[in-house]
């Protein structure tokens, strides 16, 4: 998620602010489950798959905005 960001910062964001700690975590569960649902793991049905896949994004989003914030 975070590919270009050093991953110490990411880490201390993680240890230091427990809403992004929250957030994070979140998110990486909401990916294993697309992830296991594309695979055919997760049996879910589109509309699941799809809400699932926005609501990812929408953390992705937020956690991005937080980085950002707390980076400068």
Not at 17 to 38: I, R, W
């Amino acid at each position: 998620m975070f590919e270009e960001q050093p991953q110490p910062e990411i880490d201390a964001l993680i240890k230091g602010d427990p809403e992004f700690k929250q957030l994070y975590q979140h998110h990486q569960k909401l990916d294993k489950k697309v992830m296991d649902a594309e695979l055919g793991v997760l049996p879910v049905d589109d509309t699941t798959l799809s809400q699932m896949k926005r609501e990812k994004l929408a953390a992705k989003d937020r956690l991005v905005r937080m980085y950002a914030a707390r980076a400068h």
